[in-house]
């Protein structure tokens, strides 16, 4: 299971948040959701993944209490905030919207490898990266 951060959702603005690959960030869509509103749909760019926990996805949804919805890249962003997920709050028998939502997402991949042969590319697979020691100061 991937390690997970809250978000809240604002209604009527866009929030922006970044995230690091490999983990996902979970939003009560319940709490945010404006007074009346009924159903919900979600949109995102192709960049990110949604899922609804517990439930399966339709393209217009309930909205039920303890309604989570958990949100991961698939990619490092190539820009700031270049991937979105937004969401359309419904009253009960309305096609238009009642109230929108959105993040501004960025997605961050960390790594901790190194330019072990120092020839100016950082490879994720070097073999000689178990074979060299560094002190403070120096090379071993």
Do not use: H
């Not at 970044?18 to 983990?23: A, F, K, N, R």
């Not at 997920?85 to 960025?106: I, R």
């Not at 961050?108 to 073999?127: M, Q």
């Amino acid at each position: 299971m991937p390690t997970e951060r809250t978000v809240r959702l604002e209604c009527g603005m866009a929030v922006n948040v970044v995230c690091v690959l490999g983990t996902r960030l979970t939003v009560d869509l319940y709490s945010c959701a404006p007074l009346k509103a009924y159903e919900y749909s979600i949109k995102s760019s192709s960049g990110v993944n949604t899922e609804i926990l517990g439930k399966n996805e339709k393209l217009r949804n309930t909205l039920s209490l303890g309604e989570i919805l958990a949100i991961s890249g698939k990619a490092p962003s190539q820009e700031v905030d270049d991937q979105k997920v937004s969401v359309w709050y419904y009253e009960k028998g309305s096609d238009s919207p009642k109230e929108k939502a959105s993040f501004l997402l960025t997605f961050v991949e960390i790594s901790l490898d190194v330019d072990a042969d120092r020839d100016g590319v950082v490879e994720k697979n070097n073999p000689n990266k178990l074979s060299k020691r560094y002190t403070l100061y120096s090379e071993f």
